[in-house]
C-alpha cells in the first residue's frame, strides 16, 4: 500500500523498453513485410510479391507493405508480365 503525504503524489512505474531491447525483439519476430524485402534483395519478386500481399493483411505492416507492392505491380507491368 502506498501512503501519500500532504505535497506528494503517486507516480506508478512503467516498464520501458531500450532501443536495444526493441532492435533484438525486431530480430526475433521477423515479419512477411520485412521477408519480402530479404526476397526482393534475392532479386525473388514473386515471393516478394506474395510474402507483401501477407503483410497487407498485418494491421502493423499493412502500411508499409502498400508502397512496395505497388512497385512490385509497376516492375512485372515494365517487364510484360502482367
Known amino acids: 500500500m502506498v501512503t501519500l503525504t500532504k ?20 530480430q526475433l519476430f521477423a515479419n512477411d513485410y520485412e521477408d519480402a524485402w530479404k526476397a526482393l534483395d534475392h532479386n525473388d519478386r514473386k515471393k516478394a510479391r506474395e510474402l507483401l500481399l501477407k503483410a497487407m493483411n498485418d494491421p502493423h505492416t499493412a502500411v508499409d507493405a502498400y508502397l512496395p507492392i505497388h512497385i512490385c505491380k509497376a516492375f512485372k507491368e515494365k517487364a510484360g508480365d502482367g
Open 7 to 26: 505535497n506528494s503524489y503517486y507516480a506508478p512505474t512503467v516498464p520501458s523498453l531500450s532501443i536495444t531491447d526493441y532492435l533484438f525483439s525486431n
